[in-house]
């Protein structure tokens, strides 16, 4: 079974009331569900996740060493300033794919870098919501290529989602 953890970063837990001309009005539970909803539809497994606090991505990112295929991120604020989360997911080396709902290169001059971007296999920035299920389904298709390659298969379908909230 492909197990995929998908980690929101700081002020996330706001999205549908926080600056709606940028990041819309979605919420991050209708963002979860939508993540759900396509997981199953792809028969794998994701486990979402949210936290204002660095120290607690990082531990979670270290803890998909062993239980998870690869991970989706938004490290939000975190994208353009923590080396602690860059450097733990190149230890982790899992695929990652770097999601954020707005341009982050159409925004102030400071969201233009991402320490994230130098060790994740892609980004998706601007897409809004859509970007979490694009990756998504990138990241299962590499997942795939490459299991191809080694001859791993995947199982029968099977969904959990649990959002933990600092």
Do not use: C
């Not at 539809?41 to 531990?59: A, K, M, P």
């Not at 400071?110 to 990241?139: D, N």
């Amino acid at each position: 079974m492909v197990r995929i953890l998908v980690l929101h970063g700081p002020n996330l837990n706001l999205l549908g009331t926080r600056e709606q001309s940028i990041y819309g009005t979605t919420t991050l539970d209708e963002i979860d569900a939508a993540i759900a909803q396509t997981a199953e539809s792809l028969n794998i497994e994701v486990d979402t996740r949210q936290s204002n606090v660095e120290g607690e991505l990082v531990t979670w990112i270290q803890e998909a060493r062993t239980g998870y295929h690869g991970i989706i991120i938004n490290p939000a604020a975190y994208t353009h300033t923590s080396v602690a989360i860059r450097d733990a997911l190149a230890a982790v080396a899992l695929p990652t794919v770097e999601v954020h709902l707005s341009n982050i290169y159409q925004r102030e001059e400071f969201r233009h870098h991402s320490y994230i971007a130098g060790v994740a296999m892609a980004q998706l920035s601007g897409f809004g919501p859509t970007g979490y299920l694009l990756a998504l389904q990138g990241l299962l298709e590499h997942l795939l290529e490459q299991g191809a390659k080694t001859g791993a298969a995947t199982s029968k379908p099977v969904r959990r989602t649990r959002r933990r909230n600092a």
